[in-house]
């Protein structure tokens, strides 16, 4: 046999493995029971479109027509955030979410690994914790509406078109980087939080001053900001792996 027919064999191969992937839940899911919009393209189903007439719990196909269910059903959405061990991630938001916090961290594990890591934190974000917090939470927010309204003063407006997460985003930053100054928690004394070990930056980042460029809120805007990819590697790292660091 020649190389060239294995390595062709290969790929007929993983293509029908990859096909079964992707197909065999519009015709074996649940969810294919549910009202939905006709399909729009086959390659990238209907994820663009609208699916208001379904709503509140419309199906909707996602790439390669796998079957994904969009709800603002609200009962819906306490049962599912209510029942997290039942409702995973999907293995494209893990992957992106690996990417920025890294493997094993609170927002990638899940089941057990998961509220273990939560029960092991909760002794520092306890009532009396938060409340001394309540001091950084007032000043930050003191300085956001200095910050908008020097970016009124700014533009001469009486009323401001403004990204208002971004605002939040660096008012969060400035908090997280002063909250190590109050909460302490040190491995293996949980019973006693007054003794251990200060955990957190206890450092001012001081993100919403304009008057000058901050190194740490460009640099977490360039984590966090990034070009979207590009419609081919999308479907690639879907379905193949090896080009999702692509992606």
Request: include cysteine; glycine fraction near 8%; proline fraction near 7%.
């Amino acid at each position: 046999m020649s190389a060239i027919l294995v390595f062709a064999s290969g790929v007929i191969l993983v293509v029908l493995v990859k096909l079964w992937q992707t197909q065999a839940p519009r015709y074996l899911s649940p969810l294919r029971h549910l009202r939905g919009p006709r399909i729009q393209n086959l390659l990238f189903g209907n994820f663009t479109q609208l699916a208001a007439p379904y709503r509140p719990s419309p199906e909707s196909l996602f790439f390669g027509q796998v079957p994904s269910l969009y709800t603002i059903d609200s009962k819906a959405i306490h049962h599912i955030l209510t029942h997290t061990a039942e409702y995973r991630k999907p293995r494209d938001s893990l992957r992106v979410l690996t990417r920025l916090s890294g493997p094993g961290g609170l927002l990638v594990t899940e089941g057990d690994q998961h509220r273990n890591q939560r029960r092991t934190m909760n002794p520092a974000f306890g009532p009396v914790q938060i409340r001394e917090l309540t001091g950084v939470f007032l000043e930050k927010s003191l300085n956001l509406r200095d910050y908008w309204m020097s970016e009124m003063s700014r533009t001469g407006a009486k009323a401001l078109h403004a990204n208002i997460a971004d605002g939040i985003s660096k008012m969060t930053l400035d908090v997280i980087g002063l909250a190590g100054e109050f909460i302490y928690y040190c491995p293996g004394s949980l019973r006693d939080l007054t003794e251990g070990c200060a955990v957190g930056f206890n450092h001012d980042f001081d993100t919403l001053r304009t008057d000058e460029p901050n190194e740490v809120n460009m640099a977490f805007q360039a984590l966090f900001t990034r070009p979207p990819p590009r419609g081919a590697l999308l479907m690639l790292g879907r379905f193949l792996p090896m080009f999702a660091k692509f992606v």
